[in-house]
């Protein structure tokens, strides 16, 4: 059975940094297309990062704007690992954080074109 587990979430004042983690079991993702979206409440779920396998080592990600700058998407395949490391956090980014894993290599900001969810960590930011 597989399973994203998300961990790193909390509480963090505005301008602080969280790291996310998402650690995937009963199958590897390796060179399979990976993202993280969040949702606040009253909100549609939306993507904050994507991360796709281009060839060989070589990862390509890709950020919603709002994030663009402030975060980072990254991935360890040995340890069936993602990260979204969230700096310079604005109170705007307060929202369920969800980790995603598709079963192809590309990318997608597509909720549905995900295949496997994990179920979300809080990330609340105080202003």
């Known amino acids: 059975q597989v399973q994203l587990v998300e961990s790193g979430g909390g509480l963090v004042q505005a301008g602080g940094s969280l790291r996310l983690s998402c650690a995937a079991s009963?199958?590897?993702?390796?060179?399979?297309?990976m993202g993280w979206f969040r949702q606040a409440p009253g909100k549609e779920r939306e993507v904050v990062a994507a991360?796709?396998?281009?060839?060989?080592?070589?990862?390509?990600?890709d950020y919603a704007d709002s994030v663009k700058g402030r975060f980072t998407i990254s991935r360890d395949d040995a340890l069936k690992t993602q990260y979204l490391q969230m700096n310079s956090l604005k109170p705007e980014d307060t929202a369920v954080y969800y980790c995603?894993?598709?079963?192809?290599?590309?990318?997608?900001?597509?909720?549905?074109?995900?295949?496997?969810w994990g179920q979300g960590t809080q990330v609340t930011v105080s202003s």
């Open positions: 995603a894993a598709r079963t192809s290599s590309g990318r997608s900001y597509v909720a549905g074109d995900y295949d496997y």
């Open positions: 009963g199958r590897t993702f390796s060179r399979h297309g």
């Open positions: 991360i796709s396998w281009v060839g060989g080592s070589v990862y390509y990600a």
